[in-house]
């Protein structure tokens, strides 16, 4: 992986965080299923496919063609049976069935979900897909300069993205600190 945080399929900041802990304070679980929206590429959906196991599922959503093509290529080398690999507009509509996911998980997508405008028909889907009692985990960088990531006018604070989630129903569990990042888990 070079200094930008890139590995060989694309971005991601799975490895610039201690995405163990972010899993752990999830709740994730043997037998779950997971949706990993804005999945890019695709390396949350790979490590949580170890924790789901056999009897779980876990859901690859991305718009990008690119990046979920390469994606499917990575689990067909790597023989995965439990993971889907989607292309879906997650701004508009994800192609998952109602009541289907135990977990979302929206990894540095809402800095540009809320640039684009496009974050309205995000939230009411994903009270769609899960299930009661299920669990919304948003990833974003700190509101502070760092030397990757979007620019600090593009980047969400904590408080601003309970502002953003709540209205539609979700209730703030607690916010973990994932050192550059942080990580707001919802209820439903």
Do not use: Q, W
């Not at 769609?128 to 299920?134: A, E, F, Q, S």
């Not at 601003?160 to 550059?180: I, Q």
Request: contains cysteine; negative net charge; aromatic residues 10%.
């Amino acid at each position: 992986m070079n200094r930008m945080g890139y590995g060989r399929r694309g971005p991601s900041s799975f490895n610039k965080l201690d995405s163990a802990l972010a899993f752990r304070e999830m709740g994730l679980k043997n037998g779950d299923a997971f949706a990993d929206l804005g999945c890019g590429a695709g390396d949350y959906s790979l490590y949580a496919c170890s924790i789901t196991g056999a009897e779980g599922k876990v859901y690859a959503v991305d718009i990008s063609e690119d990046m979920i093509s390469g994606l499917r290529e990575e689990i067909r080398r790597r023989n995965l049976c439990n993971i889907i690999a989607v292309e879906s507009d997650i701004c508009n509509s994800i192609r998952l069935s109602d009541d289907s996911v135990d977990c979302c998980l929206l990894a540095t997508v809402m800095h540009a979900a809320k640039l684009m405008g496009n974050d309205k028909n995000l939230f009411p889907e994903i009270m769609r897909i899960l299930r009661p009692g299920g669990c919304l985990a948003i990833i974003e960088c700190k509101k502070e300069e760092t030397f990757f990531g979007p620019p600090l006018s593009m980047r969400i604070s904590p408080e601003e993205l309970d502002g953003a989630v709540s209205p539609y129903g979700f209730k703030k569990k607690k916010c973990v600190d994932l050192g550059y990042y942080y990580m707001m888990l919802f209820s439903y």
